[in-house]
């Protein structure tokens, strides 16, 4: 059963940097794309960033272009958010999500996004 | 680039069917079948239910559906169940610069 379990997260100062973690389990994890989304307290998602099944590829959000970099490790099964200059509205719920089989981290083979990870709360802060 | 237009609330009584529209514009759920809908539980992660349009993952209910008519696609929950009570968002592949667009999410409410 495929499975996305996060790690990282906490209090951060504005200003401040932090990465996320997110391992795999149970499918071929350097097969896909993947994804990282967030959600702000009572909001609704917005999307941040994907990375292409081999890490070749990544694109972000407007909002976190030039701040926010995504990585992956296939070798680990793992893939990572390191987050830079970060602001009190980037205060979130962040997720994972596995995407498209052989995703080339831009133009889709399938709109797909599961399964996602637990979630990890990030919070900017003085 | 701008969140998709859901309504923020819909409501229904067990067994009714409800419908739920995702308004976007010619950019994204009007350019492309690349348009996915997810429930998610208070304090859980989202769950894919419907992706391309109007198709459904292995092991989801045939009660959910989808479709999509011009800029407009749409979620529709036939046969409403308590269990159905979420909040469900939509999501587009955009040609904007932010690949991805989601929905501003709508509360389901099982009277």
């Known amino acids: 059963q495929a499975q996305l379990v996060q790690s990282g997260g906490g209090v951060v100062q504005p200003g401040g940097s932090l990465s996320l973690s997110c391992g795999a389990s149970g499918f071929g994890f350097s097969s896909y794309a993947m994804h990282w989304i967030r959600q702000a307290p009572g909001k609704g998602l917005e999307w941040l960033a994907v990375?292409?099944?081999?890490?070749?590829?990544?694109n972000y959000a407007d909002s976190v272009r030039g701040r926010f970099s995504i990585s992956r490790d296939n070798s680990e099964n793992t893939l990572y958010l390191h987050m830079n200059s970060l602001r009190r509205e980037d205060s979130a719920v962040y997720y994972c999500a596995r995407g498209d089989y052989y995703g080339s981290g831009y133009y889709p083979n399938s709109n797909w996004f599961d399964p996602w990870g637990q979630g990890t709360l990030v919070t900017v802060s003085s | 680039q701008s969140a998709l237009t859901q309504p923020a609330s819909v409501s229904g009584s067990p067994g009714q069917s409800i419908n739920i529209s995702c308004t976007g514009s010619s950019d994204d759920v009007g350019a492309y079948n690349f348009v996915s809908w997810f429930q998610q539980h208070p304090g859980k992660a989202p769950k894919l239910i419907i992706f391309d349009v109007t198709k459904r993952p292995s092991g989801v209910s045939n009660r959910f559906s989808g479709s999509k008519s011009g800029i407009t696609a749409s979620l529709t929950i036939s046969g409403l169940q308590a269990e159905d009570e979420a909040d469900y968002h939509c999501n587009s592949f955009t040609s904007s610069t932010s690949l991805y667009v989601f929905g501003s999410g709508t509360k389901v409410t099982v009277l």
């Open positions: 990375i292409s099944f081999d890490g070749t590829n990544a």
